[in-house]
């Protein structure tokens, strides 16, 4: 069986974080079962997240950290699939010119953008990090919308969602959770109000989102990739996803770095992840 791509394998402790996080306490047993995957395989994906303090490991059962749990989540978020996210970032880039008031909405995927931004410029965010990542460049304004602030670095609610509608930009980016036949989807009703938002005061949207959130729905549906100007995703999208976009787009491919040479078959007959 080929082994899996490290994409595929973030995606899947992202996966695990989430269930041990409804959860509170799992069997580790029982996560390999739901997983699909060996018992070895589990342990290194629970040592993994425990390096990062995301979970704790017990005799037998896995627990998520109760305080620190959904900050640390997405920290989490931050570092999975950098290489898709990086190569989304160089096709969006292109689409910002000189002067322009731009928007970014709060999502981790938009964060390589935020770095590769260069002034003159104008942006408007309900992100804390994207206005940190923006506050020592040279040439760019920073608009930080104010509102309820989350424990996901970000401003949201009913005055954050006003404060925008009472702005313009030339450009908004923005990203989703979750993506199924062209339709968009997210957890929480009062972001996906945002996002809608962010539709209607740009003259341009453009939609960044990788592969791994397409074949999934959340709790509100929002809208359609057809609402955006231009989809930006990668290579690795569904076929069938692809073909429901009834709009503009562009798919990127990451520079991934090789394994090393030399890698063989780990104990338990699969490959080392």
């Known amino acids: 069986m080929a082994r899996p791509s490290d994409a595929e394998v973030e995606q899947r402790r992202q996966e695990i974080?989430?269930?041990?996080?409804?959860?509170?306490?799992?069997?580790?047993?029982?996560?390999?079962?739901?997983?699909?995957?060996?018992?070895?395989?589990?342990?290194?994906?629970?040592?993994?997240?425990?390096?990062?303090?995301?979970?704790?490991?017990?005799?037998?059962?896995?627990?998520?950290?109760?305080?620190?749990?959904?900050?640390?989540?997405?920290?989490?978020?931050?570092?999975?699939?950098?290489?898709?996210?990086?190569?989304?970032?160089?096709?969006?880039?292109?689409?910002?010119q000189p002067g322009q008031t731009v928007f970014l909405d709060d999502s981790?995927?938009?964060?390589?953008?935020?770095?590769?931004?260069?002034?003159?410029?104008?942006?408007?965010?309900?992100?804390?990090?994207?206005?940190?990542?923006?506050?020592?460049?040279?040439?760019?304004?920073?608009?930080?919308?104010?509102?309820r602030y989350t424990e996901f670095d970000s401003c949201i609610g009913p005055d954050t969602?006003?404060?925008?509608?009472?702005?313009?930009?030339?450009?908004?980016?923005?990203?989703?959770?979750?993506?199924?036949?062209?339709?968009?989807?997210?957890?929480?009703?009062?972001?996906?109000?945002?996002?809608?938002t962010a539709l209607q005061v740009a003259d341009s949207n453009v939609l960044l989102v990788d592969h791994s959130k397409f074949g999934k729905t959340a709790t509100h549906a929002y809208g359609d990739v057809s609402d955006y100007d231009l989809v930006i995703t990668d290579d690795e999208t569904p076929a069938d996803e692809l073909a429901a976009m009834d709009t503009k787009v562009r798919l990127a491919k990451p520079r991934v770095s090789e394994a090393p040479e030399g890698r063989g078959r780990d104990e338990d007959g699969g490959f080392p992840e």
């Open 108 to 147: 981790t995927t938009l964060f390589p953008l935020a770095h590769k931004l260069t002034g003159p410029l104008v942006v408007i965010t309900n992100s804390l990090q994207a206005a940190r990542i923006l506050a020592g460049t040279r040439g760019i304004e920073v608009f930080l919308l104010g509102g």
């Open 161 to 196: 969602i006003a404060a925008l509608g009472r702005m313009r930009a030339d450009v908004a980016f923005a990203s989703a959770t979750a993506v199924a036949c062209g339709r968009l989807y997210h957890p929480d009703r009062e972001y996906a109000e945002l996002k809608t």
């Open 17 to 96: 974080l989430r269930f041990v996080i409804e959860r509170d306490e799992v069997r580790i047993d029982e996560l390999t079962e739901r997983f699909g995957v060996s018992l070895m395989t589990m342990h290194r994906d629970l040592d993994e997240l425990a390096e990062r303090r995301l979970v704790r490991k017990l005799r037998g059962r896995v627990k998520a950290y109760p305080a620190l749990t959904t900050q640390t989540a997405k920290r989490f978020r931050e570092t999975l699939n950098v290489e898709w996210k990086e190569a989304l970032a160089e096709l969006a880039v292109k689409e910002v």
